[in-house]
């Protein structure tokens, strides 16, 4: 990278769009926030020429990328994953690391933005200087992860981050997405499990790097017997690694009390999946996935804005609804236009 000019990033002027990509890229690597927020903001546009220009910020990045911890966090509602997550974001910040954290809001349903519900419960982690917390709408995508997720969490790295904590939606079967964009995925739960296993899916058991009963403050009784419980079920799932057993553990994210232990939990599965090459093997995994959905992702953009398609679809539509044409008539006509027979 050239030597780093004295203005901050929206102090300068570009020649043109590749200048302005040039300079943002090393304005994110000198870990300005305000670049950085341009940087994601960019990368979650849906406008195409936002697009264009996050696709070759990104090719600018990427070797810069790859060397923080990425967790995961997922629970079932009002488990207290906020709190749980400003609790182990200071804590980390107190260890010596720089912690961002990628909240999925639910989207507005009139303007699809981020409600950022989560920014304003993690007040304290969020006045930090080694703390970066940006709320994401999850503009319905499944997996309860945010469409861009994974660029967000790479520009982060870029701008010196260690550690990237995700915090999902909810729990269901598609929340397993989650294990697609990091190394560690922390499940929270409630004391008194046995009416929550009867509810939750085998699915994200089956993903859990961690299980940690949250709340123990509240009821040490229950959390103990949950903890019992959830043991006895990892006992009949396949773990996610051969070189790891996923613990079972109890927590307080109001109190703080064990996310030492859980996190030495986090820096041991490190460690062994390191050693094994898992993680470098799983990250390689998740890159081709990447590719794939974004192969998809932009089909399904072309398709949209073909002007045979658009001009074609309300005909074709009615036609469906009607009963006077199959869908699937009607979807070899619509691919058709793209020549992709």
């Given at each position: 990278?050239?030597?780093?000019?004295?203005?901050?990033?929206?102090?300068?002027?570009?020649?043109?769009?590749?200048?302005?990509?040039?300079?943002?890229?090393?304005?994110?690597?000198?870990?300005?926030r305000?670049?950085?927020?341009?940087?994601?903001?960019?990368?979650?546009?849906?406008?195409?020429?936002?697009?264009?220009?996050?696709?070759?910020?990104?090719?600018?990045?990427?070797?810069?990328?790859g060397?923080?911890?990425?967790?995961?966090?997922?629970?079932?509602?009002?488990?207290?994953?906020?709190?749980?997550?400003?609790?182990?974001g200071?804590?980390?910040?107190?260890?010596?690391h720089?912690?961002?954290?990628?909240?999925?809001?639910?989207?507005?349903?009139?303007?699809?933005?981020?409600?950022l519900?989560?920014?304003?419960?993690?007040?304290?982690?969020?006045?930090?200087?080694?703390?970066?917390?940006?709320?994401?709408?999850?503009?319905?995508?499944?997996?309860?992860?945010?469409?861009?997720?994974?660029?967000?969490?790479?520009?982060?790295?870029?701008?010196?981050?260690?550690?990237?904590?995700?915090?999902?939606?909810?729990?269901?079967?598609?929340?397993?997405?989650?294990?697609?964009?990091?190394?560690?995925f922390?499940?929270?739960?409630?004391?008194g499990?046995?009416?929550?296993?009867q509810?939750?899916?085998?699915?994200?058991?089956?993903?859990?790097?961690l299980?940690?009963?949250?709340?123990?403050?509240?009821?040490?009784?229950?959390?103990?017997?949950?903890?019992?419980?959830?043991?006895?079920?990892?006992?009949?799932?396949?773990?996610?690694?051969?070189?790891?057993?996923?613990?079972?553990?109890?927590?307080?994210?109001?109190?703080?009390?064990?996310?030492?232990?859980?996190?030495?939990?986090?820096?041991?599965?490190?460690?062994?999946?390191t050693?094994?090459?898992?993680?470098?093997?799983?990250?390689?995994?998740?890159?081709?996935?990447?590719?794939?959905?974004?192969?998809?992702?932009?089909?399904?953009?072309?398709?949209?804005?073909?002007?045979?398609?658009?001009?074609?679809?309300?005909?074709?539509?009615?036609?469906?609804?009607?009963?006077?044409?199959?869908?699937?008539?009607?979807?070899?006509?619509?691919?058709?236009?793209?020549?992709?027979?």
């Open positions: 990278m050239p030597s780093s000019p004295s203005k901050p990033f929206f102090q300068q002027k570009f020649a043109d769009d590749s200048d302005m990509v040039k300079k943002l890229a090393e304005a994110v690597l000198r870990g300005e305000p670049a950085l927020a341009r940087a994601i903001t960019l990368a979650e546009s849906r406008r195409p020429d936002h697009k264009r220009l996050a696709h070759g910020l990104l090719d600018i990045l990427m070797p810069h990328t060397g923080g911890i990425r967790v995961g966090i997922s629970g079932v509602p009002g488990v207290g994953k906020s709190t749980t997550i400003e609790s182990l200071t804590y980390l910040v107190d260890q010596g720089k912690v961002a954290v990628l909240a999925v809001d639910p989207s507005s349903t009139r303007s699809g933005g981020a409600i519900g989560d920014k304003t419960r993690m007040e304290k982690l969020s006045m930090l200087k080694d703390a970066y917390i940006r709320p994401s709408p999850s503009s319905g995508t499944l997996g309860g992860v945010a469409a861009k997720t994974r660029e967000a969490m790479l520009l982060c790295e870029a701008a010196g981050f260690d550690v990237i904590l995700v915090e999902t939606v909810g729990v269901g079967q598609s929340e397993t997405a989650v294990s697609e964009l990091t190394d560690f922390l499940v929270l739960m409630l004391p499990a046995g009416d929550e296993l509810g939750i899916k085998k699915g994200i058991l089956e993903m859990a790097d299980i940690a009963i949250n709340k123990v403050d509240q009821n040490e009784k229950h959390a103990r017997t949950a903890i019992a419980e959830y043991r006895a079920a990892l006992h009949i799932i396949s773990p996610t690694s051969p070189n790891w057993y996923p613990p079972v553990m109890s927590i307080s994210g109001l109190t703080g009390k064990g996310l030492d232990t859980l996190w030495d939990a986090v820096l041991d599965h490190r460690r062994k999946l050693a094994s090459g898992e993680i470098q093997e799983r990250r390689r995994i998740q890159d081709i996935k990447w590719m794939w959905t974004l192969v998809y992702e932009r089909l399904h953009e072309k398709l949209h804005r073909d002007p045979d398609v658009r001009k074609a679809l309300p005909t074709l539509e009615n036609a469906v609804k009607d009963g006077t044409l199959s869908p699937n008539s009607a979807a070899n006509q619509i691919i058709g236009y793209l020549g992709l027979e």
